[in-house]
Structures are given as structure tokens and as C-alpha cells.
């Protein structure tokens, strides 16, 4: 069960108003957020679709409570790739820290896939305090307007993103576990705040491709 406290971030009733069952396809133009650590806590890939913001989760890896747990690197690599194969990835926004290397790698590799040779990895630091504000604000904003902003009704998003509780810095609003050594983890909602700001930064840059219907014409 999730509770809520008088900081969450995001309320479960608020949540679940969001979300629609109008299915991820391969081929939709998406933005992705990654969020990583090595041994501790959780690593988290999420996905946004262009068009309409819906959020999904495509990769998490939990702390199981193991003194010697680590995230398996090699399957966070694999459901990366396996993303950008399936899905026309625009716009990557990933935290480097303890993954410069990978991160490096990505960025040389899906460039040299892209079709137009763009850039489509960017590093962006949690720890960048006014970027991060501008990207919270940016998902709270959608999400208490509902507007485009849904998600699938994935479990483990659904925990992270509520378990997330909000506190004060002078440039605004930033995230957190509810405290230090809290087990309600929280990365797969940083990841969906990445992925979500990745979608923005794709549509101004001008990424992302209308489909048009075709007319019927009489004669």
C-alpha cells in the first residue's frame, strides 16, 4: 500500500486519473529518461511516447536488500538497445554518474544510427539543481492540469512516482525518498521526470513527425 503524506509529490488518486490503455507500438517516436546507480537503491528506464506523453517502464532493477546486490549491467544495456530498436528514440536524457563510460557509448552509437546523424544522448545530472527544478515543475505542472501527461498503469511506476515526496531548496521544488535510508524507492519516478522533460526538449527541437491522414476526395 502507498501512503501519502503531506509532501508527496504526486497523490495516487491524481496518478491514476492519468492513465490510458492506448498501447506503446513499435515504431512510436519516443523519449526515454535513465536513472542509474551500481550497488545500492534501484536503476530505472522510462519511456515517453511524443505525441501524447504517455510513460511506460522499460527496465528497473531493485535494491533486493542483499549485501552484495549490484545492477546487472549487461540487462540495462540490452533493454536500452532493445528501445532503440523497437521505438524511434528522439531524445535521451540520462544522469551519467558511475555510467560515463555506457552513457559515452550510447551517445557514439545511437547518433551514428540516427538518420539525420543527430545527437540523441544527453547527459543530464539530477544533481544540476535548477535543471531538475525546471523538469519537476515541468511534470507537476502537466500532471495537475492533465495535460499531455498518462502513463499505463505500470505497478512499479505507479509505487515509485507516489513515493516520491517533495522539499524546498531556493530555486524551488526537488525530490526525494520520504527519508535517508527509506526501502519506497523512487528512481523509476526520476526517470519518468528525465523522460518526460527528454519529450519537451524533442518537440521544441522539432522532432517530432505528424502523421496526417490521407483526404478522401469526390470527384
Not at 515517453?48 to 511506460?56: M, N, P, S, V
Not at 552509437?109 to 543530464?124: H, T
Request: hydrophobic share 40%.
Amino acid at each position: 500500500q502507498i501512503a501519502e503524506s503531506a509532501d508527496s509529490f504526486i497523490s495516487k488518486p491524481a496518478w491514476d486519473e492519468l492513465r490510458n490503455d492506448d498501447p506503446i507500438l513499435p515504431g512510436d517516436q519516443i523519449a526515454i529518461g535513465f536513472d542509474g546507480s551500481i550497488s545500492s537503491d534501484s536503476t530505472a528506464i522510462v519511456g515517453c511516447r511524443l505525441r501524447d506523453g504517455k510513460l511506460f517502464l522499460i527496465h528497473l532493477q531493485e535494491d533486493d536488500g542483499s549485501a552484495d546486490w549490484q545492477v546487472d549491467t549487461f540487462a540495462v544495456e540490452r533493454a536500452m538497445r532493445q528501445a532503440v530498436e523497437m521505438y524511434r528514440v528522439e531524445w535521451v536524457n540520462c544522469d551519467p554518474s558511475y555510467w560515463q563510460n555506457i552513457v559515452g557509448q550510447w551517445a557514439l552509437d545511437f547518433k551514428e544510427r540516427d538518420r539525420d546523424g543527430r545527437d540523441i544522448v544527453f547527459e543530464f545530472p539530477p544533481q544540476r539543481v535548477l535543471k531538475m527544478v525546471s523538469a519537476i515543475e515541468r511534470f507537476h505542472t502537466a500532471v495537475v492540469l492533465q495535460e499531455q501527461i498518462c502513463h499505463d498503469g505500470d505497478k512499479d511506476l505507479t509505487r515509485h512516482v507516489c513515493n516520491a515526496v517533495t522539499y524546498e531548496v531556493p530555486q524551488g521544488l526537488l525530490i526525494r525518498k520520504e527519508s535517508k535510508n527509506s526501502k519506497k524507492k523512487i528512481y523509476a519516478c526520476i526517470a519518468a521526470i528525465m523522460a518526460f522533460d527528454a519529450r519537451g526538449l524533442a518537440i521544441e527541437d522539432g522532432r517530432m513527425k505528424v502523421r496526417r491522414k490521407a483526404r478522401m476526395r469526390s470527384y
